[in-house]
């Protein structure tokens, strides 16, 4: 695999919508199973990517918080520009960063993932819950980095933090470096 937050991507597994992002696998914990969310992944939970794309709205002007932490490495992207990195083959890390929204605007959010077959797989992730979330149309991961989106309106999003829509997620393999 490769270090960093494991982008490109590429052999598509699965695809679904996910109310948290807040999987393992550990047999320990209670948390969700990575196996159990995307079967292609198989039980082990390692050499694989993942991306989780959502569109957040900020109805009033502030610094809102996100939150993710992993095992191994991920990047996360807020309108296309990275705010955090968490890259590298590495334990569970986490971190905390704060992004300035101004009052009625629409924001893209793109959560990069890899794992690697060394130690566990895990991904944690929330956003702040003063924000609005709903689900990213499928085709965000096909165009190149968003830069800006057009305002949603508010009746399109519902709950807050990762509810209701919950956020798309897309598992796919890691591209593998070739031997020159």
Not at 28 to 35: D, E, L, S, W
Not at 97 to 108: E, I, L, M, R
Request: proline letters at 8%.
């Amino acid at each position: 695999t490769r270090a960093g937050d494991g982008y490109p991507f590429a052999d598509q597994l699965c695809t679904g919508v996910t109310p948290v992002i807040n999987y393992d696998n550990n047999p320990a914990t209670g948390n969700p199973k990575i196996a159990d969310w995307c079967p292609e992944v198989g039980p082990t939970g390692d050499n694989f990517g993942a991306q989780f794309a959502a569109i957040l709205y900020a109805s009033v002007a502030g610094s809102y918080s996100f939150y993710a932490g992993s095992d191994d490495g991920s990047g996360l992207y807020i309108d296309g520009a990275q705010v955090m990195a968490l890259a590298g083959e590495q334990p569970f890390t986490s971190g905390i960063v704060n992004v300035w929204f101004d009052a009625g605007t629409s924001h893209t959010y793109l959560l990069d993932y890899y794992a690697n077959p060394f130690g566990g797989s895990a991904i944690q992730a929330t956003v702040d819950s003063r924000l609005d979330v709903a689900a990213a149309p499928p085709n965000i991961f096909d165009s190149a980095p968003m830069t800006s989106v057009p305002e949603v309106p508010p009746l399109f999003l519902v709950g807050t933090g990762f509810g209701s829509f919950g956020v798309l997620h897309r598992f796919r393999r890691l591209r593998r470096r070739r031997a020159a």
